[in-house]
T-cell receptor
Framework: KNQVEQSPQSLIILEGKNCTLQCNYTVSPFSNLRWYKQDTGRGPVSLTIMTFSENTKSNGRYTATLDADTKQSSLHITASQLSDSASYICVASRGSTLGRLYFGRGTQLTVWP | DTEVTQTPKHLVMGMTNKKSLKCEQH?????MYWYKQKAKKPPELMFVYSYEKLSINESVPSRFSPECPNSSLLNLHLHALQPEDSALYLC???????????????FGPGTRLTVL
């Protein structure tokens, strides 16, 4: 069964601190893994996308890692800011021409001042 | 320009009304998507259009009727909806091709629909 699971479900950190979000997937055949940021009531915004041959990818203060052998990914946020408060969604894609996506439930991150 | 626009931002409708949601992109993408998202849940795929033709219908009730009049526009026609259809409706677009699985889907801001 094609699934994406994320942990923790929610996380509260203080401004300036680092945090790491986890994602496990069982999508097959696996094509790539994406992390999206979604503010409440808004559409998801892409942070990173990695194919099975990539181990890490950065986008500013966001660094994603991928272990295709263990089917795990993480998103590390450095020096968190209040604007980082959002839902972070892990999304796995199967190999297809239409890019069907499998979404995790997201980790709700709250950054406190 | 990596923007997908959606109108209206908010929509309140009765169960007997007919309304339409609109989505537009000018990135030259030939795949467009409709998603439904309930609170605190991930987006659920509804429809996919590829080259203006309906490619995927995820067993969506017929009260939702998609339309892709051209490569830049995507509509979702609504009729006789139920209160449980209240949700955030997201439009997305992406490139299509042999490497399509690696292409980013760009999402619009969504339309918040409330059915009374």
């Amino acid at each position: 069964k094609n699934q994406v699971e994320q942990s923790p479900q929610s996380l509260i950190i203080l401004e300036g601190k680092n945090c790491t979000l986890q994602c496990n997937y069982t999508v097959s055949p696996f094509s790539n893994l994406r992390w999206y940021k979604q503010d409440t009531g808004r559409g998801p915004v892409s942070l990173t996308i990695m194919t099975f041959s990539e181990n890490t990818k950065s986008n500013g203060r966001y660094t994603a890692t991928l272990d295709a052998d263990t089917k795990q990914s993480s998103l590390h946020i450095t020096a968190s800011q209040l604007s980082d408060s959002a839902s972070y969604i892990c999304v796995a894609s199967r190999g297809s021409t239409l890019g069907r996506l499998y979404f995790g439930r997201g980790t709700q991150l709250t950054v406190w001042p | 320009d990596t923007e997908v626009t959606q109108t209206p931002k908010h929509l309140v409708m009765g169960m007997t009304n007919k309304k339409s949601l609109k989505c537009e992109q000018h990135m030259g993408h030939r795949a467009m998507y409709w998603y439904k998202q309930k609170a605190k849940k991930p987006p659920e795929l509804m429809f996919v259009y590829s080259y203006e033709k309906l490619s995927i219908n995820e067993s969506v009730p017929s009260r939702f009727s998609p339309e892709c009049p051209n490569s830049s526009l995507l509509n979702l026609h609504l009729h006789a909806l139920q209160p449980e259809d209240s949700a955030l409706y997201l439009c997305a677009s992406s490139q299509v091709g042999r490497e399509a699985a690696t292409y980013t889907q760009y999402f619009g801001p969504g339309t918040r629909l409330t059915v009374l």
